[in-house]
């Protein structure tokens, strides 16, 4: 079992930026592959962004590619979203998810149901 809880979301003004936090407890995050979702008012969760095991590899949306850089830090069992530029149309919950499949494709990891392991989410705000 892993646990996952989410932190540092907010309400910030468009074009500025947010740095989210994921925690991880329980079995070896290491082993994990970690992304991020979000799920805006009335709309289906979308994938936002995953990283690899080792953090050699990371994959965007499009929506967010060249605001938003993925990380992880296996020593400290932690992963965060650093969002910058942000836009109305960010707003969402932010949700952090683990997957125990480590070598998956790229189209395998932006699916929800590819993932183990769920964070409650974080609110993000973005006014205009």
């Known amino acids: 079992q892993v646990q996952l809880v989410e932190s540092g979301g907010g309400l910030v003004q468009a074009g500025g930026s947010l740095r989210l936090s994921c925690a991880a407890s329980g079995r070896t995050f290491s082993s994990y592959t970690m992304a991020w979702f979000r799920q805006a008012p009335g709309k289906k969760r979308e994938f936002v962004a995953y990283?690899?095991?080792?953090?050699?590899?990371?994959s965007y949306a499009d929506s967010v590619k060249g605001r938003f850089t993925i990380s992880r830090d296996n020593a400290k069992n932690t992963a965060a979203l650093t969002m910058n530029s942000l836009l109305p149309e960010d707003t969402a919950v932010y949700y952090c998810?683990?997957?125990?499949?480590?070598?998956?494709?790229?189209?395998?990891?932006?699916?929800?149901?590819?993932?183990?392991?769920w964070g409650r989410g974080t609110q993000v705000s973005v006014s205009s």
């Open positions: 990283v690899s095991w080792r953090a050699s590899i990371t």
């Open positions: 998810a683990a997957s125990s499949f480590t070598i998956g494709s790229d189209a395998y990891y932006r699916k929800e149901s590819s993932f183990d392991y």
